[in-house]
């Protein structure tokens, strides 16, 4: 399966993401921020990164552009659990995310997300 790296300050939001993916197969690196997701991915790249967007060091957005900038391949989904961030989702996909998911998520809603992501 895939190697996915989970990238999200809130430690119960990665372990769920962790218990969701490694399910279904996958291989998991956790970050508890921008700063160290962006350099576990640039030691070993993932085929796929799934990180919140409102963090402390660097936030979501500046790891999503970050990574399509330097990695062309790179894979994102965005995250966030704020109330009316809809805009985030909507500029983290201008930054490059492939899916943008709403918090609180379902197992169902991460799957299918990573799926689409990997196949595409």
Do not use: W
Not at 3 to 15: F, M, Q
Request: aromatic share 4%.
């Amino acid at each position: 399966m895939a190697s996915i790296l989970i990238v999200d300050d809130d430690a119960p939001i990665r372990t769920l993401l962790r218990r969701i993916l490694e399910e279904d197969g996958h291989q998991i690196r956790e970050a508890g921020n921008g700063e160290i997701g962006l350099r576990l991915y640039r030691e070993a790249p993932a085929d796929l990164v799934i990180t919140d967007i409102l963090m402390p060091e660097r936030d979501g957005m500046e790891v999503t552009l970050a990574l399509t900038q330097e990695f062309l391949d790179a894979r994102v989904i965005a995250i966030t659990g704020g109330t009316g961030d809809q805009n985030f989702l909507n500029v983290a996909k201008l930054f490059g995310a492939r899916r943008v998911i709403q918090k609180p998520f379902t197992p169902e809603e991460v799957r299918r997300a990573v799926r689409f992501v990997l196949d595409h």
